[in-house]
């Protein structure tokens, strides 16, 4: 399936229904009284947070969302039924944003989360709430509240603990493919992947953490160059970035050194936040560099790019050194995810989903 990250939807709450104007007709009643009722609300928008979903392509196709609208009053003091309830099931870690302003409404980072997204309008009253000591027959009615309209813009970012990152071919298919259940396209061209791949790492019995593997960078990506520009967010949300690196490229005039310098800049374009992530440099494909070229040539690459975290070398195809990269990234997210636990408010706009609502994505 297509992956899909950003759509733009309309929805419409239902509109209460209106009050009703009637009194008692019956034998022997001369005065029988007022008895119409009042309408009833119109249906909520609801939006639920699904672990099943990872991509938005169904609102690309749904554009519009409306809820029923409530059933007007009745005679005979019967009041009017409310508007059936709609829900949007969205994936997790999707941005809810007013279209129009660009305000952030509700992030949905958790499975199960529920927000009213729309309220329906509430029910008019019929002529029996106005019946007073002084006001005996009154032909008085409301009509029904209409429910909130709203124009929605939809971005999703994935949840991944860690990120990779770098040119077309580093290698970064190959290295998801080898250490987590993700079965992404490999080919030997540039750009193979088209959309972010998810994969989940298993380190041991109830130790894992998501990997995402997204379409490959160029210089001028911050811009709109290629198609990394477009998956760059995807990064925002990570704890870990782990620069891959093709240290045997095809083309001798092609510099790894360069290109990560390219990639770099990219990053501090796009994000100064993005760029300050903690970020492994994993020097790949050095099955494929003579065995006694190997440690003067990631020598001389380390010296030259002047950098000072962590580095693994590594072969995805052989899957050499694979295993010592996979533990250390694990205790690295393990550290960061505890330290980044402290209490947190509910959000009280979330809610709980009613018993009967009914779901129209």
């Given at each position: 399936?297509?992956?899909?990250?950003?759509?733009?939807?309309?929805?419409?709450?239902?509109?209460?229904?209106?009050?009703?104007?009637?009194?008692?007709?019956?034998?022997?009643?001369?005065?029988?009284?007022?008895?119409?009722?009042?309408?009833?609300?119109?249906?909520?928008?609801?939006?639920?947070?699904?672990?099943?979903?990872?991509?938005?392509?169904?609102?690309?196709?749904?554009?519009?969302?409306?809820?029923?609208?409530?059933?007007?009053?009745?005679?005979?003091?019967?009041?009017?039924?409310?508007?059936?309830?709609?829900?949007?099931?969205?994936?997790?870690?999707?941005?809810?944003?007013?279209?129009?302003?660009?305000?952030?409404?509700?992030?949905?980072?958790?499975?199960?989360?529920?927000?009213?997204?729309?309220?329906?309008?509430?029910?008019?009253?019929?002529?029996?709430?106005?019946?007073?000591?002084?006001?005996?027959?009154?032909?008085?009615?409301?009509?029904?509240?209409?429910?909130?309209?709203?124009?929605?813009?939809l971005e999703?970012?994935?949840?991944?603990?860690?990120?990779?990152?770098?040119?077309?071919?580093?290698?970064?298919?190959?290295?998801?493919?080898?250490?987590?259940?993700?079965?992404?396209?490999?080919?030997?061209?540039?750009?193979?992947?088209?959309?972010?791949?998810?994969?989940?790492?298993?380190?041991?019995?109830?130790?894992?953490?998501?990997?995402?593997?997204?379409?490959?960078?160029?210089?001028?990506?911050?811009?709109?160059?290629?198609?990394?520009?477009?998956?760059?967010?995807?990064?925002?949300?990570?704890?870990?970035?782990?620069?891959?690196?093709?240290?045997?490229?095809?083309?001798?005039?092609?510099?790894?050194?360069?290109?990560?310098?390219?990639?770099?800049?990219?990053?501090?374009?796009?994000?100064a936040a993005?760029?300050?992530?903690?970020?492994?440099?994993?020097?790949?494909?050095?099955?494929?560099?003579?065995?006694?070229?190997?440690?003067?040539?990631?020598?001389?690459?380390?010296?030259?790019?002047?950098?000072?975290?962590?580095?693994?070398?590594?072969?995805?195809?052989?899957?050499?050194?694979?295993?010592?990269?996979?533990?250390?990234?694990?205790?690295?997210?393990?550290?960061?995810?505890?330290?980044e636990q402290?209490?947190?408010?509910?959000?009280?706009?979330?809610?709980?989903?009613?018993?009967?609502?009914?779901?129209?994505?």
């Amino acid at each position: 399936m297509k992956f899909v990250d950003e759509a733009f939807i309309d929805i419409a709450a239902g509109d209460g229904g209106n009050g009703c104007v009637s009194f008692r007709h019956e034998k022997y009643k001369e005065f029988g009284g007022p008895n119409g009722g009042d309408g009833g609300r119109g249906g909520h928008v609801y939006a639920v947070a699904d672990s099943n979903l990872n991509t938005l392509v169904d609102f690309r196709y749904s554009r519009r969302h409306e809820a029923r609208r409530g059933e007007h009053g009745m005679g005979s003091d019967m009041f009017g039924a409310a508007g059936d309830d709609i829900l949007l099931k969205m994936p997790v870690g999707t941005i809810i944003s007013d279209a129009e302003t660009g305000e952030v409404l509700y992030e949905m980072l958790n499975e199960g989360e529920v927000v009213t997204i729309a309220k329906g309008g509430d029910g008019g009253f019929g002529n029996m709430r106005f019946k007073s000591a002084i006001n005996r027959a009154p032909r008085q009615k409301t009509p029904g509240w209409p429910g909130e309209k709203k124009s929605l813009k939809l971005e999703l970012k994935v949840l991944a603990d860690v990120g990779l990152l770098g040119m077309p071919n580093a290698g970064k298919s190959t290295l998801i493919s080898a250490i987590s259940n993700a079965r992404p396209r490999i080919a030997d061209y540039p750009f193979t992947t088209l959309h972010p791949n998810l994969g989940v790492v298993r380190v041991g019995p109830e130790q894992s953490f998501v990997v995402a593997d997204l379409p490959g960078l160029i210089e001028g990506a911050s811009e709109g160059a290629g198609l990394g520009h477009l998956f760059l967010r995807h990064l925002q949300r990570t704890r870990l970035l782990l620069h891959v690196i093709d240290m045997a490229p095809f083309d001798d005039a092609v510099d790894p050194v360069a290109q990560a310098k390219a990639i770099v800049g990219e990053l501090r374009k796009y994000d100064a936040a993005l760029y300050e992530k903690p970020r492994w440099l994993v020097l790949n494909k050095l099955d494929m560099v003579p065995a006694d070229e190997r440690v003067a040539r990631v020598k001389d690459f380390v010296k030259r790019l002047r950098f000072k975290g962590p580095v693994f070398e590594i072969s995805a195809l052989t899957r050499e050194g694979c295993e010592h990269l996979v533990q250390g990234v694990y205790q690295q997210v393990k550290a960061q995810h505890a330290a980044e636990q402290v209490p947190v408010e509910v959000d009280p706009r979330f809610v709980e989903l009613p018993p009967d609502s009914s779901s129209s994505s």
